[in-house]
């Protein structure tokens, strides 16, 4: 629980005064990314982004140290300062808490500018990026490199494997120049036995701007390659676990060994790549799987995020309450299970995001505070933007993100009102699923022009089966290099909920209207959010149309002063020609007939008021026809 400036106190998980910051310096590092990517040139180099960043600097110098002087001031003088604007504004403006909070807003915007904008230049001025941009395809360099993935299958005709390196030397005039650059390696044949996620290799190989992809630099055509350093023994037994992992999970069906290490690692079983002989699944039913899943809207269950932290954070409290731990000591051993985890699975921006997440969780749980969602949220996005501007244009951080808030938001008052109609672990289902797709459906159609339609029923499907399926492929996971019997049976058991999800996968993929076409970029977005705004509007436009409808029909059909004494209700003074032969109300309909006066309008008593009157006509006329 945290307190407002009055006193309230209020639920932390709901704490959003950091949330305006952490915007404001997204918005802040797209906006200076955006521009310095429009100003590069085809070719690479980068005189527009230059010339862009140096025209800048000295607004952002100037700028940046006065925000944070302003905000200072503010902190120290809030009261008399907010007393001086309100006197001299005469109360126009917002208070203390409100002008403070706006200067912060400012300052995390001009920060987010500066740190994209630095980025942006050093990543062009790097001795790699120079390289790329002044040799030709067809001349290699000396390069030293850190491998920070493991090797996966790779996504370009012509190389059979891919990893995500770091370029940490350059070698060039017989010295080796340090360098930062991230880039993408692209290898063939031994090659991709041969390394593995932790190494520091030097290599032979042609570097080029990429022409796709999150990495800015392609590394390919490696030759007389060699391991300057073995990884550390934490990565190197994870590496051994993962390989034990793959070979425990060949033996499954082949929906197993596609789904079970992608539920449980990140890696779908067809990208794997690894020392020994394994089979492979066939490719064309792996392809077909990962598009139903795509289809269907359950593609996030193949990515490591906060579900497998909250599991093993729950373990971990489990058996810390088992053997009695005290508190800081279980909050110790919840951190290391989350350092754990975060090596063994493949690494991710939703895996980053989700590991700092829980350990501010973890720390508040160290010093007896209750975890804050929506606030450690924003802390970690500040954080990681301010290190990794980069991060600003991932579309799995912003999914990640944006899941976390909408779940955190969104889910209680949605669970509040499908509890009155529906089980409680159904309304969860729901509400949590509606929660994440409110807030990622934008990201999503960015990403790809189309709404899966059956995404909220493929979800509460899978639901039931995806946590015990997460946990005995977790279990298969560490028992891998020690028991492979159990860990064949534990893999087994994931693979039986696997199963259902392909299963269900399958069926809400199948129709040809379950994806939605959509107009893609920026605008699809933005319609996407215009629709989801008038969906959420709707039942308040609604309510508020029938209170006008039925004020106004209150308002027209209330007799005049001396009508009830006369014994005219509404419907006779509305249609005076039927006071004459007055007609009872249909039977069984104790609405029908006319609203009385200062009664809500009904649509029922509308209809049948209008019944009354239609057989008031038809009676009149069959008495005229016999006279």
């Known amino acids: 629980m945290s307190r407002t400036s009055t006193g309230v106190r209020l639920d932390g998980r709901h704490d959003l005064r950091l949330l305006p910051v952490a915007i404001a310096m997204w918005a802040g590092e797209l906006a200076a990314s955006a521009v310095c990517n429009r100003a590069n040139l085809a070719s690479g180099a980068s005189p527009g982004a230059t010339v862009w960043t140096a025209s800048m600097m000295p607004v952002l110098l100037v700028v940046f140290p006065a925000s944070l002087a302003l905000l200072a001031a503010m902190i120290y003088a809030r009261r008399s300062l907010a007393c001086i604007i309100r006197t001299a504004w005469r109360g126009t403006v917002p208070t203390g808490a409100g002008i403070v909070l706006l200067v912060m807003v400012l300052t995390a915007s001009g920060a987010g500018i500066l740190v994209s904008s630095a980025h942006q230049r050093t990543q062009q001025r790097d001795p790699a990026m120079r390289v790329a941009q002044q040799t030709s395809a067809s001349r290699l360099s000396t390069l030293d490199m850190r491998i920070d993935t493991p090797m996966t299958a790779s996504s370009r005709r012509g190389a059979d494997c891919q990893a995500d390196v770091t370029i940490i030397g350059v070698q060039e005039a017989a010295r080796v120049t340090p360098s930062h650059a991230s880039a993408r390696l692209f290898a063939n044949g031994d090659t991709c036995i041969s390394l593995d996620h932790g190494m520091r290799i030097r290599t032979q190989a042609s570097v080029s701007p990429a022409a796709f992809g999150s990495r800015p630099l392609w590394v390919d055509d490696l030759t007389h390659t060699g391991i300057t350093r073995a990884p550390q023994p934490a990565r190197s037994l994870a590496n051994r676990m993962r390989h034990r992992f793959a070979a425990v999970t060949a033996r499954l069906s082949d929906q197993g060994r596609i789904l079970v290490p992608g539920l449980t690692c990140g890696l779908l079983g067809q990208d794997y790549i690894g020392p020994g002989s394994l089979e492979q699944p066939d490719a064309t039913y792996a392809a077909r799987v990962e598009q139903e899943f795509r289809t269907s809207g359950i593609m996030?269950?193949?990515?490591?995020?906060?579900?497998?932290?909250?599991?093993?954070?729950?373990?971990?409290?489990?058996?810390?309450?088992?053997?009695?731990?005290?508190?800081?000591?279980?909050?110790?051993?919840?951190?290391?299970?989350?350092?754990?985890?975060?090596?063994?699975?493949?690494?991710?921006?939703?895996?980053?995001?989700?590991?700092?997440?829980?350990?501010?969780?973890?720390?508040?749980?160290?010093?007896?505070?209750?975890?804050?969602?929506?606030?450690?949220?924003?802390?970690?996005?500040?954080?990681?933007?301010?290190?990794?501007?980069?991060?600003?244009?991932?579309?799995?951080?912003?999914?990640?993100?944006?899941?976390?808030?909408?779940?955190?938001?969104?889910?209680?008052?949605?669970?509040?009102?499908?509890?009155?109609?529906?089980?409680?672990?159904?309304?969860?289902?729901?509400?949590?699923?509606?929660?994440?797709?409110?807030?990622?459906?934008?990201?999503?159609?960015?990403?790809?022009?189309?709404?899966?339609?059956?995404?909220?029923?493929?979800?509460?499907?899978?639901?039931?089966?995806?946590?015990?399926?997460?946990?005995?492929?977790?279990?298969?996971?560490?028992?891998?290099?020690?028991?492979?019997?159990?860990?064949?049976?534990?893999?087994?058991?994931?693979?039986?909920?696997?199963?259902?999800?392909?299963?269900?996968?399958?069926?809400?993929?199948?129709?040809?209207?379950?994806?939605?076409?959509?107009?893609?970029?920026i605008p699809g977005a933005l319609l996407a959010l215009a629709v989801q705004a008038v969906i959420a509007l709707l039942p308040g436009i609604i309510r508020l149309g029938a209170h006008a409808i039925g004020d106004r029909a209150i308002r027209y059909g209330r007799p005049r002063a001396g009508r009830e004494q006369s014994g005219q209700d509404t419907c006779t003074f509305m249609n005076p020609g039927h006071a004459r032969r007055p007609h009872p109300p249909i039977a069984g309909n104790s609405r029908a007939g006319c609203t009385p006066a200062g009664r809500p309008w009904r649509a029922c008593g509308k209809i049948g008021a209008w019944l009354a009157e239609t057989r008031g006509m038809i009676d009149d006329q069959w008495h005229r026809h016999n006279r």
């Open 300 to 521: 996030h269950l193949m990515a490591v995020s906060g579900g497998h932290f909250i599991l093993i954070a729950q373990l971990a409290q489990w058996l810390g309450a088992a053997i009695r731990l005290p508190r800081p000591v279980a909050a110790i051993g919840v951190i290391a299970a989350y350092q754990g985890l975060a090596i063994l699975v493949y690494p991710s921006d939703s895996v980053l995001r989700a590991q700092i997440m829980g350990t501010f969780s973890a720390i508040g749980m160290l010093f007896g505070r209750p975890p804050q969602t929506a606030s450690a949220l924003a802390w970690t996005t500040i954080m990681v933007l301010a290190l990794a501007p980069g991060k600003s244009a991932s579309y799995g951080y912003a999914l990640s993100s944006a899941a976390v808030l909408g779940i955190t938001l969104c889910t209680p008052p949605l669970q509040r009102r499908l509890d009155r109609r529906l089980p409680h672990t159904a309304s969860q289902a729901v509400a949590t699923t509606l929660s994440a797709q409110i807030f990622t459906l934008p990201i999503q159609i960015l990403m790809e022009p189309q709404i899966p339609l059956l995404s909220v029923l493929a979800n509460i499907m899978v639901a039931p089966f995806v946590s015990w399926a997460t946990i005995t492929g977790l279990i298969a996971l560490i028992l891998a290099p020690f028991v492979p019997a159990l860990a064949f049976a534990a893999a087994w058991l994931a693979s039986c909920g696997t199963a259902i999800m392909a299963w269900t996968a399958h069926v809400c993929a199948a129709p040809d209207w379950t994806a939605l076409a959509w107009p893609s970029g």
